[in-house]
């Protein structure tokens, strides 16, 4: 049995409660509820209470005793931080590209040339099971010391059924071994791999019809995303890689109009997706059709920072009614960043959004693009006691001091993971 937590006196706790069976958008994501000086009791990994510190030492009087207790005064309380879009499990790096990139060379230049996707593609192919868990640990590891408890991860990497499911396999058993939990999605058509390069419809029937159907008959993944961009998959391409994963019971999401506008929009909300990813570019058309149909668009301040691309407009979205999510997008090429903190700032910064919106966006409404919006991304009772504490005043205190990881201590599954910015993961599975 694992000892009840009694987060005690928070200065400010963030609970995002009461929006778990709808993402927040609109005037909405900006409301969020703040409680002062409060209380947190955990206990058998489930928040049991959060209210007034008075109430809570009331109600557990008689338990003081049995708890850890946590003093949080002067700080910050959030539901761990949720990251729905992420490419985990890869081996090998990419600095020189980014040396190329500063030196004028384009994301798609390098790509088309045989680099970027296609260069972790043959790191990630000739790595083993052990090698790719090994690295991605230690991401997990820094993910979690950013106050992330729980991550999407996509395959895409692979290019091929045996290697897609190398990746998906790893990704399994990070979330056995690690303290992060990770959904995973299957991104087979993530590249046409060189050995397609001249018949890339070969390559859309081979995933449709080999290696959709395995990864679910293998239960790898949950969804199913495509990159949707000119000169990797059409928007017709698409629709068919998405059409044979919703038949196989993988929910659709889009990396959408990420360097061009490109439809991939439009094709996320006709397809019914739970989310279109990136939208740089997306058209106004793209943008309200969104809104329609409640798809969340899962935007990557960090990813358009690093590759020194205006960022997508979340201000427009969000005032057009679309639910808005951020994530890293961390992945070796276009964004080799852990920092949901530092996302936030720039989604601040760079994406015109407000404070409580970008805590909307990585908590609650991140859930929800993972569909795990019943379970985590809110402090309420009953959901799982997945908390982060920062060691700032208050949540506008976050993003002004900004660039700093700011995480004091993790709480994950009722578990202390992190404490005074240490790893504290009490099996050493956590360690290299
Ligand atoms: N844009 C496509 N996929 C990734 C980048 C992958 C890579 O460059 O390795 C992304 O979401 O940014
Ligand atoms: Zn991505």
Redo the contacts with the bound molecule.
């Keep these: 049995m694992k000892k009840p937590i009694f987060i005690r006196n928070a200065n400010q706790i963030v609970t995002l409660e009461g929006s778990s069976s709808k993402p927040l958008a609109g005037k909405e994501m900006d409301q969020i509820q703040i409680l002062a000086n409060g209380s947190i009791w955990i206990e058998d990994g489930v928040i049991q209470f959060v209210g007034s510190d008075e109430e809570a030492a009331e109600l557990y009087i008689n338990r003081l005793q049995e708890a850890d207790i946590f003093d949080a005064t002067g700080k910050l309380v959030t539901p761990g931080l949720v990251d729905p ?1 992420t ?1 985990l499990v ?1 081996a090998g790096s ?1 600095e020189k590209e980014f040396g190329m990139r500063l030196q004028g060379a384009t ?1 798609m230049e390098i ?1 088309n040339n045989g680099g ?2 296609h260069a ?1 593609t043959s790191a990630t192919r000739e790595a083993s099971h052990q090698t790719l868990f090994k690295e991605s640990r230690k991401r997990l590891d820094q993910f979690l010391l950013h106050g992330v408890t729980t991550i999407e991860a ?1 395959s ?2 692979g290019l091929s059924l045996e290697h897609e499911i190398k990746q998906l396999e790893v990704a399994r058993k990070l979330d056995e071994k690690h303290p992060i939990d990770i959904i995973s999605t299957f991104m087979g058509a ?2 046409v791999p060189s050995e397609y390069k001249k018949n890339p419809d070969d390559f859309v029937d081979y995933v449709i019809n080999e290696m959709i159907p395995e990864v679910a008959r293998l239960k790898l993944a949950e969804f199913n995303d495509v ?1 949707c ?1 000119r000169g ?1 998959f059409t928007p017709e391409q698409s629709k068919r890689i998405l059409e044979a994963g919703l038949k196989h019971g993988l929910t659709p999401k889009v ?1 959408a109009d ?2 061009e506008p490109f439809e991939g929009a439009e094709l996320a909300a006709s397809i019914g997706a739970i989310s279109a ?2 939208l740089l570019k997306a058209s106004d058309k793209g943008i309200k059709a969104l809104a329609e149909k409640g798809v969340i668009a899962v935007l ?1 301040p960090g ?1 358009a920072f690093f590759l020194m691309a205006e960022s997508a407009n979340g201000r427009k979205m969000i005032d057009a009614g679309v639910p808005v999510a951020l994530s890293t ?1 961390c ?5 080799p960043t852990v920092s949901m903190p530092l996302v936030m700032n720039l989604g601040c910064l760079r994406m015109g959004m407000t404070p409580a919106e970008v805590l909307t966006a990585c908590t609650i409404n991140a859930a929800h693009a993972i569909n795990r919006a019943n379970e985590i991304g809110s402090l309420e009772k009953g959901k799982k006691a997945d908390v982060t504490i920062f060691d700032v005043n208050n949540y506008m205190d976050l993003q002004y001091r900004y660039g700093v990881n700011h995480v004091h201590s993790v709480i994950k599954n009722g578990e202390v993971v992190v404490n005074r910015g240490r790893l504290v993961c009490n099996n050493t599975r956590t360690r290299s």
Aim: charged share 20%; no cysteine.
């Design positions: 879009h490419h890869f990419r994301y790509m970027g996707i972790t996509k895409g990497y993530h590249a990159f961009e990797v990396h990420e360097i990813e990136h990557l990813t997008d992945n070796p090429g276009s964004s």
